[in-house]
């Protein structure tokens, strides 16, 4: 299994930090976990065949982890794309809803043309996938029924928490995972509900006893500030800060 980070950072702009998503090549499928802003461009850019997706898995519907749904639906549907095969989208309740409003805004052109488009509203759920398996967890994100993934390969788990404050399931999401994406957005000092501070991300990591923990999702607020030093008070495994296109092998 491998992935790419396509965006570290959030819907504010900064160099190296665009809006969330994570391709995955995993079995013999090419997945998106998130959608943000460009990760459509991104995912031509490390040369994934975007036009061969077969899944795309939302965390939640905020901006920077959905907006490229419309990109890739628009895309998909245009003629020099010969697309046959399903695209199956999965996402909290409320996924077909934002899909249908979504495509009244842009006049019905994300409508699939030639092939077909399956929406899977999802909480605390396990998909059985050709060569894989999928869980997902409820995770702590204001009001929003935001969930995390987290993709089994025979032996081998990438856990992905999307936007998450503290709460258990985000330890038992990323238990035991050889990878783990956790979402980082501010500071210690900065602390604002419904995401996650250096330390806060560090007992996280501690608890799920992780193999490697991977910080994304970045605030441009961190200039100067010591992430490291903050997780390694609680979590003394491999750390790795993402940037957009760091690559990550799970094995
Ligand atoms: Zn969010
Ligand atoms: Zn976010």
Known sequence: ?????????????????????????????????????????????????????????????????????????AALRLPPVQRKK????????GLKRLYRQFNAAYDDRLSPRGYRVVFRELQRATQHLPGYTVHTYPMNHYATKAIGYRLTQGRKTLAYSGDTDVCDNASALGQGAEVFILECSVRDDLKFEGHLTPSECGQIAARARCRHLVLSHF?????????????????????????????????
């Open 86 to 93: 399903p695209l199956y989208v999965y996402g909290p309740p």
């Open 219 to 251: 605030y441009p607020v961190f200039k100067g500030y010591d992430i490291r030093a903050r997780v390694r008070r609680h979590y003394p495994g491999r750390l790795t800060l993402a940037r957009d296109f760091t690559r990550l092998i799970i094995s």
């Open 1 to 73: 299994m491998r992935a790419v980070i396509l965006g570290a950072g959030t819907s504010i702009p900064a160099r190296g930090y665009s809006p969330a998503g994570v391709y995955v090549q995993i079995a013999k499928e090419h997945v998106l976990l998130d959608a943000g802003a460009g990760s459509l461009q991104r995912l031509q850019r490390v040369s994934a065949q975007w036009d061969q997706l077969d899944r795309i898995f939302l965390t939640h519907f905020h901006v920077d982890h959905s907006l490229d749904l419309v990109s890739i639906l």
